[in-house]
């Protein structure tokens, strides 16, 4: 049985600039956001369900027995359409952590999902995502490559400082690659989208550095590896194959 107070929450729209209907592409034979669903059901930490604006990515998923809630088509970001979502499939507020985890990672494993759980044992923690650490000169230089900056906190964890797409910190040392996956405090979730675009964000294009300026704590998990984002043909390519092998 799956905990009532967890509740992972996945958005998925149509409309992606380089790849549209990518939610719907085929994968080895199952809509890439039926994959996503798949691994968050496997991770088996609480409620999952996709959060669209798109009675076709809706139907899809219900079709595989996944559970899906309509949200306004108008959200600036991800993080605006699972609260939207949150507060629709719990309106009673019982969920105290909500997950957002993007529809376009086919590939990620169950255990990589868990991970964003510990940290929260710690009640002064907001916000926890995951990074990897960067092994390759490609990896460290592209601005594409968001690289999360923290000071150690125990095994595989960092409290967050910042968030760059330049290549950061200086100096020697391990560099991490950001994950895209948040968990939020309830509480912390509605204070995040209740606060304007910050200054930083918008100079770096980076929702995340709207709570690093808001004084929101972030901890950091690190990963053995990042998961294949799907943004463009070629990326939608290496999952069929890696999938198609597994």
């Keep these: 049985m799956t905990d009532p107070r967890i509740l992972v929450l996945i958005p998925a729209r149509m409309a992606a600039t380089r790849l549209p209907g990518k939610p719907l592409a085929d994968i080895a034979g199952l809509p890439m956001i039926v994959h996503v669903l798949r691994r968050a059901e496997a991770a088996g930490i ?35 359409r699972i609260h939207e979502a ?3 499939l719990d309106p009673a507020g019982k969920a105290e952590i909500v997950i957002n985890l993007q529809g376009d990672f086919p590939t990620i494993t169950p255990q990589t999902i868990r991970e964003v759980l510990p940290p929260f044992d710690d009640p002064a923690v907001d916000i926890v995502t ?3 650490q960067i092994h390759t000169e490609e990896e460290d230089l592209a601005p594409s490559v968001v690289k999360a900056i923290g000071s150690p906190i125990g ?7 910042y968030f760059t797409r330049a290549t950061a910190p200086y100096g020697n040392g391990p560099r991490y690659h950001h994950i895209g996956l948040y968990a939020y405090r309830r ?14 964000e ?23 590896s990042v998961p294949r984002g799907v943004d463009t043909p070629p990326d939608l390519e290496t ?8």
């Design 155 to 161: 095994p595989k964890r960092l409290r967050a400082l």
């Design 187 to 200: 509480a912390a979730l509605e204070r995040f989208v209740s606060l304007p675009p910050s200054p930083l």
């Design 46 to 80: 609480g409620r999952v369900a996709v959060a669209t604006d798109t009675d076709e990515i809706a139907s899809v998923v219900t079709a595989h027995g996944g559970e899906a809630v309509m949200t306004r088509a108008d959200h600036p970001s991800g993080s605006d």
């Design 239 to 246: 999952a069929r194959s890696i999938l198609s092998k597994s």
């Design 130 to 132: 995951l990074a990897s």
């Design 86 to 88: 949150m507060q629709r």
């Design 202 to 224: 918008k100079q770096e294009s980076l929702e995340q550095l709207r709570a690093v300026e808001a004084g929101m704590r972030i901890d950091i998990m690190i990963v053995d």
